[in-house]
Structure formats: structure tokens, C-alpha cells
């Protein structure tokens, strides 16, 4: 949702914001995924990417995904990368 200045923009921000769609942790492996806040989509062509799951520890330490869409592709997105990183979660 876009919104108007700086102030409200940062205000959505926080720690208890809901830009955190799901974090998941299993022993020192951690899989997030976060609202981007910001269109890291810089090629210029295409649809906004506001979405980024990463994976934090472990074998797959460093890999990330990307997507744009509503937060329910999202959590699909987090959904696919947890089953292939921690199998046992789900």
C-alpha cells in the first residue's frame, strides 16, 4: 500500500510491523521472509519485487528468492523455500 512521506513511511517500519511474513528456525538455520518496503526490482521492466525470502545459517546459508504479488504469494514463496531448506517444519 503506498503511502504519503517519509514520517508515515518509516513508521511502518517497526519491530512489530507487519512486514514479517514468517520466520521459521530450526537449530542454527533460520528461513524469513519480510515485506521489502521498497521496489528491488532495478532492471526497470516488469512488476515490483516487494518480497524476499532468505535463508540465514546452514548449507543453504546466503540463498534468497523474490517475488512480487500479494503477501499471500509470499508466504507461498517462504512455504517452498522452508520445505526444501528445513523439511522437517512442516
Sequence with gaps: MP??????????????????????????????????????NFSGGGPPILWETMVFGGEHAGETARCSGAREQAEAMHAQVLARVLPGLL
Excluded: I, N
Excluded at 11 to 24: I, K, L, N, W, Y
Design 3 to 40: 503511502v504519503r512521506g517519509f514520517v508515515a513511511w518509516a513508521s511502518q517500519c517497526g519491530p512489530d510491523s507487519r512486514r514479517v511474513v514468517a520466520r521459521d528456525r530450526q537449530a542454527d538455520v533460520e528461513v524469513s521472509t519480510v515485506f521489502l518496503m521498497l521496489d528491488h
